[in-house]
């Protein structure tokens, strides 16, 4: 049967990890992280039309757990996503995932999909998107802090979206810059990888950072960060777990998806809680303006919202009909009688 056109409801579509790899492919990667950005960029545009909440954390020593639910009119998406730094050292994923898009009429799900991947993406696309209303317009050199996971993810998102080809690559794990320069230079990047994050961060106008580490770390100090450029912060995503000296937030005009969640996991942890930040979402209506001159500092303080994963699932759903990518789940109890579940319970009774 095909995933996408169940004969009843009680199949919901699954996408698996190796279901998720064979559709980015079959899209091309550049593509679909240029889809998803527009996709991203378009709900941000309808921003009052989500239900919209802080993400709900399980906090351990160790990392995170977390849940971040939202939903329009139509739709219903929450995603399951964890973060545990010291998680690579065993051999297992910094940030792991998965979610669920549901028909709010019904409360049925409609997909159930593998989030790791598309989390990478989304962030990526999402950065990207950010980069193209802050970045300065000439940006042609991004320095890559951190190149875990999320790495090589942000880079092609960068090119696809705002043109940058030349990355400098610093990581305090040579290993880590090692991997993402072989699978940069592999697709044409010009890459450098540097000793320090200082070498990394001259001559680029935009700055990523997307390290993992449980703690207050300073990745940039103030004097790191010149006139005119934008910092792209992602790592910085958790209550005690940023990556910013507070004085570069002191000089930035700092931009956020969620204020209210910001305020909790971001770099703005480290400010008063009435230190004024930009909403994404007014700047992409043209309500507000993004990057206004050549040397003002802009700040994404980005931790991921829920509307980039309800858009990613949303967009997942759409280009996974057809491709035969979605395997039907039987995730649901379907009994004949909707009301007689003991019955169907019975009736599965081995004789
Ligand atoms: P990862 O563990 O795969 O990679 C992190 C890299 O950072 C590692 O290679 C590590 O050696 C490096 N690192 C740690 N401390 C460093 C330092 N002081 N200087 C330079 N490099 C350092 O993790 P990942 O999956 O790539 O995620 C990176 C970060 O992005 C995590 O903190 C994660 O929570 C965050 N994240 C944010 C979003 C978002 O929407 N904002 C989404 C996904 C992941």
Redesign the pocket.
Known sequence: MNAMTPSHLAYVPFVSVANMMKLVHHIGLERFLIDLSGDIEADFKRWPEFDKVARVASHSPGGVIELMPTADRALYGFKYVN?H?K??RTGH???TAFGVLSDVATGYPVLFTEMTLL??LR?AA?SALVGRYLAPKDADVMAL???????EFQAFAFRAICGINRLKL????PK?SEKAATNLRAHGFDVRICQS?QDAVEGAQIITT????KQY?T?LTDNMVGAGVHVNA?????PG?TELHRDILLRADIFVEYPEQTRVEGEIQQLNEDHPVTELWQVMRGDVPGRRDARQITLFD???FAT?DFSALRYVKRMVEDTGFAVPLDLLADPDDPRDLFGMLERAKPV
């Open positions: 973060g730094p998680n690579t994923q910094t940030v989390t990478a962030t999402m802090i951190g190149n875990g996971a999320q790495c610093f990581d305090i794990d880590a994050a997307c390290t993992a580490d770390a990745i992602i790592g910085g995503d958790c777990k980005s931790v991921g980039e």
